[in-house]
């Protein structure tokens, strides 16, 4: 009885030490005064698709989850993965079996605990064929055991290498070695779900009156294709350290009228418009931000059945690629900080260096001489032009890119280029069915690793859309998957695609957006642009 | 007249079963479908999924399910896209807002647009008839998505008066600028409208009759004039109305109101059958609906016009 008085006198006195500290308004690390309002309000384009973890899938949408939910591991802001309702894991010597460990204070926003059930649950709804996730591929990326199974409905769900020892150790078994496994826990997909919540309410579960969730935020209000909500979430286990009380979207599809209502105060944080970049970063320099994304840009050569012959012959893809200068792509069509592409995967790639590749030690003028003789060698020429199509989707910034590399190729190698513009589905069905020769494309990471870009360029890839095949980049893959250090494989796999030119790489993405100087704790240097709205602050003007 | 009411309603039952079938049609015969992605889903997941929204049935056999649902359940379906929610709820969230704005912009139209044209054609060839004209070619080259931008600019970044866009539960303040950016257009036309028409009326043979008679003008103009020369424009009103509240992909892009021209739009783009062919139905259904309200409103203008 003594000790209990005594303990609750102490919480009373840190409690009333602390209070003073918080009341003045002061960020308890940095000492910066705070502002009394602390509420994010940011804008996106488009409503999103959902905020249930195993149903979401665009980026706007993952990044309401990321804040209503908490999966395994979390990215800091650099990127890397901290825990989140994992404290850490340990893996079998082959790293096909990894235990987590579970916190065992993570609450759920009606009290009840997190365990390593609602993990199991979570995942196996994913992977359950009656859920029709669109995420459910992830799974397979993933490697679990007997996913592909029982995705297909051949295996019951039950036998998904997936178990809950106890309430807080989670047992994963996957169907071979892959060391990168803990990373792709940070994906909304594989956040836990409330099993009762869901029963209780079956798809409306969503809902701000019924859904349960366990991250450091609950759903408040959502008015669709207007605005979202979320506040704090008192049960998150990290409460005591979360600052931003509230987080409100407003959507406004038109990215220009959000930049004019940006300007006029009415959000925090808002994209910049097409081709404003430089302008914009003149004319505020302290609000507009540009930072490299685990993004790029590319051409897909057709290399299939329906393709033309001309690019089934190396050297013409090569003097295409040679002749595309990237830098004025970059610098004069984009301006906003994007990077010259000459491999797929992106320097801002985890544990990934670039490899130097030729193309990328060679001035323009090397390049283009060596484009003409390639072509010449492959016996087109003025007297013999080849001809190629470029196909893209309805977009400005597609089509000032298409007719300015036609142009190149016009100029230095005489080809006649093409420009065929289609709307985006059936943009994505021409290609889909290989009806094109060469098409725009983009490819972001879906998690910090080269893999999920060179996964693209073997020969099972569902998204080899150039229908590339070489036996050594899918032994290559395959054995990077295992490996301690699979930088070499990924260095030898950049080299043949540079030399084989399945795809060209035209640029590396960034992430341009405005900023209000008060918002604080952004996570600029992550590049899959995970965000977390607790490391956020608002400080005073 | 309850005639007519009770032929136009057996009319429209086949007319919405046509609207369902072509639009069911059409749709199906755009390229790609709702789950058409850049990351293509894997044979497996597709499949999972097609199952689940029944798209691995044939056509017609799609068809008969989404009618019967809506017949028996009055259930248009479930969104493709937005995955929380149902094309009911869309509907039951996005036309309320459609209308109340479409309705304001009708009032503003009718109010501003009738009026100025008949005073206009009062005073043809005054100051007054000058702006009236002024106006209507002014506000008819100016479409809504340069008005709306435009309206943002002034009302509130650059004069701080109002917000540029949200719904906020239809506050009026949220109301202004989208009904302003919405009802010019269709009051300029309405002046212009309203101005031919009473222009026309007031040189035919029977008025020329009537003056010569030596009816007072107000009663030539009040009770022989007028009611020939609203006929083009009720004929007008009718879609007009139901455009207005059947929703503006732009209104509601630029304005983030919520509302149900948006959704509209972008079903088509996404190929989100089932919002698509819900709201479909129901600007069909508000377009017979009009139509004969329209009907019956020519009956009360012109007498001679029998069904």
């Not at chain 1, 149903?55 to 800091?76: H, M, P």
């Not at chain 1, 506040?231 to 599809?253: G, L």
Request: with cysteine.
């Amino acid at each position: 009885m003594k000790h209990c008085i005594k303990a609750i006198l102490l919480a009373s006195a840190v409690s009333w030490a602390s209070g003073p500290l918080l009341a003045a308004g002061t960020h308890p690390t940095t000492g910066e005064a705070l502002a009394d309002d602390q509420t994010f309000t940011y804008q996106t384009i488009d409503e999103h698709t959902s905020v249930d973890p195993q149903l979401v899938e665009d980026v706007g949408g993952a990044a309401i989850v990321r804040d209503l939910f908490e999966g395994l591991y979390n990215q800091d802001a650099d990127g890397n993965m901290v825990p989140g309702v994992a404290l850490n894991h340990t893996t079998n010597a082959d790293k096909t079996v990894y235990t987590f460990t579970l916190r065992n204070n993570a609450k759920w926003s009606d009290g009840k605990t997190v365990t390593a059930g609602d993990f199991e649950y979570a995942w196996k709804r994913l992977a359950d064929p009656e859920t029709a996730s669109e995420y459910q591929w992830f799974m397979g990326v993933m490697n679990l055991k007997n996913a592909v199974d029982v995705m297909s409905g051949e295996m019951p769900v039950s036998e998904l290498g997936v178990k809950a020892l106890n309430d807080t150790t989670l047992e994963v078994t996957l169907a071979g070695s892959m060391s990168y496994f803990p990373l792709t826990t940070t994906h909304s997909s594989t956040f836990p779900t409330p099993q009762w919540a869901i029963e209780a309410h079956g798809t409306d579960w969503v809902k701000p009156e019924n859904i349960v969730s366990n991250g450091a935020y609950v759903l408040t209000k959502h008015v669709p294709n207007e605005t979202l909500e979320r506040e704090r979430n008192p049960m998150y286990w990290n409460d005591a350290e979360t600052i931003m009380e509230k987080v409100v979207i407003k959507i406004v599809n038109d990215e220009n009228v959000a930049l004019t209502r940006y300007l006029a105060g009415e959000f925090d944080q808002t994209g910049v418009p097409t081709g404003q970049f430089l302008k914009m970063q003149e004319q505020y320099p302290d609000e507009v931000h540009s930072n490299p994304a685990l993004c790029t840009y590319y051409y897909s050569m057709n290399m299939g059945e329906n393709g033309p012959e001309a690019l089934k012959d190396k050297r013409v893809r090569q003097a295409l690629s040679y002749a595309i200068d990237r830098d004025i792509i970059v610098n004069n069509i984009l301006q906003a900080g994007q990077f010259p592409a000459y491999t797929f995967t992106p320097a801002a790639t985890a544990g990934f260096t670039v490899p130097e590749v030729e193309a990328s030690t060679m001035t323009q003028a090397e390049r283009d001489a060596k484009a003409a003789e390639l072509l010449s060698a492959a016996g087109y020429g003025t007297d013999n032009p080849l001809s190629v199509e470029i196909l893209y989707n309805t977009s400005e910034g597609h089509k000032k890119i298409a007719i300015a590399i036609s142009q190149m190729w016009k100029q230095k190698l005489g080809v006649e280029a093409t420009m065929q513009n289609q709307e985006w589905k059936t943009f994505l069905t021409t290609k889909s069915e290989g009806n094109y020769q060469v098409g725009r494309a983009g490819w972001c990471g879906d998690y910090n690793e080269a893999s999920t870009f060179l996964d693209l360029v073997g020969s099972a890839s569902g998204y080899n859309d150039s229908k590339f095949a070489n036996a050594e980049v899918d032994q290559l893959l395959l054995d990077s998957k295992t490996s301690d250090n699979p930088q070499p494989n990924y260095t030898r796999i950049e080299e043949i695609v540079a030399d084989e030119v399945p795809l060209i790489s035209i640029y590396h993405y960034t992430n341009a957006m405005f900023l209000k100087p008060s918002i604080k704790g952004w996570p600029f240097e992550n590049v899959e642009g995970n965000w977390y709205s607790r490391n956020l602050y608002k400080v005073a003007k | 007249m309850l005639n007519l009411i009770v032929r136009r309603v057996a009319i429209a039952i086949p007319t919405l079963l046509i609207i369902l079938v072509i639009s069911f049609l059409l749709m199906h015969a755009a390229p790609g479908g709702p789950f058409t992605s850049e990351k293509p889903l894997p044979p497996q997941v597709l499949a999972n999924i097609e199952a689940k929204y029944g798209l691995d049935q044939p056509i017609y056999k799609q068809m008969i399910n989404y009618t019967v649902g809506i017949l028996t359940e009055f259930d248009f379906g479930p969104s493709f896209k937005y995955k929380d929610r149902t094309v009911n709820e869309i509907i039951a969230q996005g036309f309320p807002v459609t209308m109340t704005y479409g309705i304001w912009s009708f009032i503003v139209a009718v109010s501003f647009g009738i009026p100025l044209g008949l005073i206009a054609a009062l005073r043809q060839n005054t100051r007054t008839d000058y702006f009236a004209v002024g106006f209507s070619i002014t506000a008819s080259v100016l479409p809504n998505f340069v008005m709306a931008p435009l309206l943002i600019l002034v009302f509130t970044l650059w004069l701080g008066l109002l917000p540029g866009g949200g719904w906020n539960d239809g506050s009026w303040e949220n109301l202004i600028l989208p009904v302003i950016a919405l009802s010019t257009s269709y009051t300029a036309e309405l002046t212009r409208l309203t101005r031919a028409s009473l222009l026309e009326v007031l040189r035919s043979n029977y008025i020329r009759t009537a003056r010569a008679k030596g009816l007072p003008e107000r009663t030539v103009i009040l009770r022989h004039a007028l009611k020939p020369a609203m006929l083009p424009v009720i004929t007008y009103l009718g879609p007009m109305f139901v455009g207005l509240i059947t929703g503006s992909f732009i209104i509601d892009s630029i304005f983030s109101t919520g509302g149900m021209g948006y959704f509209f739009v972008n079903s088509a783009l996404n190929r989100d059958y089932s919002v698509m062919l819900g709201i479909t139905l129901l600007a069909g259904g508000l377009v017979v609906l009009f139509n004969l309200i329209v009907d019956l409103a020519y009956g009360w203008l012109d007498p001679q016009i029998r069904y």
